[in-house]
């Protein structure tokens, strides 16, 4: 009935979610509010985890893709569910290591690595950086031949897939800022130019093709470039490569038109052409990574909001207005994102009208949900938008000073603060 598994409807007509009742945790907790179902993400880390050890026999490792949603809490969780890390600056690296993630177990990304970025990554054990150009390669090897260690590494390739999602989120391609590309010779040429590095040591390559993908063929198509790839590194540098990221992107539903591929099914087609393509390259099968980010977290996140203003403009447009919006959600201004929304306290009234859900920032492209079909709705009436897990608190912002939402996880009928609602103090504290 509803696009996330998690939700249902008790018998006061509630939405529920973690077997909390939505309009309690919103009293309870204010609105706007992130609601997180610990369960459900717990679940999706032991799916992938399940399926790597069952199609590569346990010779791999998924890594939480923490620009998803980056907290203190999460990195516990993907800790305690034994998944590493991916980390794409400073500050999510901090993160990881106040939650005290093993840094061993951290992978780190990025195509524009500061020098401090990369003193602090060294300095704190960092497993292996995906290097991403020769500027960087070359201020690693540096810093690493200063802090005496040898720095593992990967290579961000871009293999030449094209996957069909916004061109926004579209990396695979040859005209991207990420990586080295395939087809001109370059990624080949800084591998062999690390090869020949005293303080970093290849231990594999990574690709990362775009994000919230439906169609199982461009993993393919990129897990048999990569394979490929390793099979010339070995013939023509004699380079033996340990490793394969296979990176994320996973589509999940965002509403009933969205058809996401099974994650086990995924792994299952694209750990077949990994071992076929390795065998005729007379190379051995590599440690696998993957790193889904958005689809560990995004289906177990509900936002709720509070109704306000109901504005019906006849023969235009019916708008209702909630208090919050692009500062807690911006993927409709920057994507044009689609979501399916629930009246928290009446889940199952018939849906007999079309509004405009929109936000209360000082833009028009301000929206939530752009002519949704809902039921009647009014003033106080508790909003919840769907599937908002990820890419919405680690990308929110203090537009028109609007103090960011609690987050709150709840699990089993539990519900804890697990990231503090903003004050207005907080909004000033850095201002002089
Ligand atoms: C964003 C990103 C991911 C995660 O993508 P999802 O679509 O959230 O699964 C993984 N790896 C890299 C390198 C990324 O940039």
Redesign the pocket.
Known sequence: MFVSENLSVNEKGHLVIGKNDAVELAKEFGTPLYVLDEDLIRKHCRVYRDAMDKYYGGNGLVLY?S??FCSLYICRVAKEEGLGL?V?SGGELYTALKADFPMDKVYF?GNNKTVDEIELAVKNGVGHFIVDNIYELETLNETAKKAGIVQKIMFRIKPGVDAHTHSFIQTGQIDSKFGVALENGEAFEIIKRASEMSNVKVDGIHC?IG??IFDIEPFRKAAEIMMNFIGDLKDKLGLEIDMLNL????GIMYTESDDPVPYDEYIRHISGIVKETAEKRGVKVPFILM?????IVAPAGVTLYTVGGVKDIKNVRKYVSVDGGMGDNPRYIMYQSEYEAVIANKANAERTEKVTIAGKCCESGDILLKDAVMPEIHVGDTLAVLATG?YNYSMASNYNRIPRPAVVAVSDGNAKVVIKRETYEDLICNDL
């Open positions: 893709a620009k998803a991916d794409v990304h990362h994000s919230q990176g994320g992107g996973y790193e889904p980010g958005r689809s990820a």
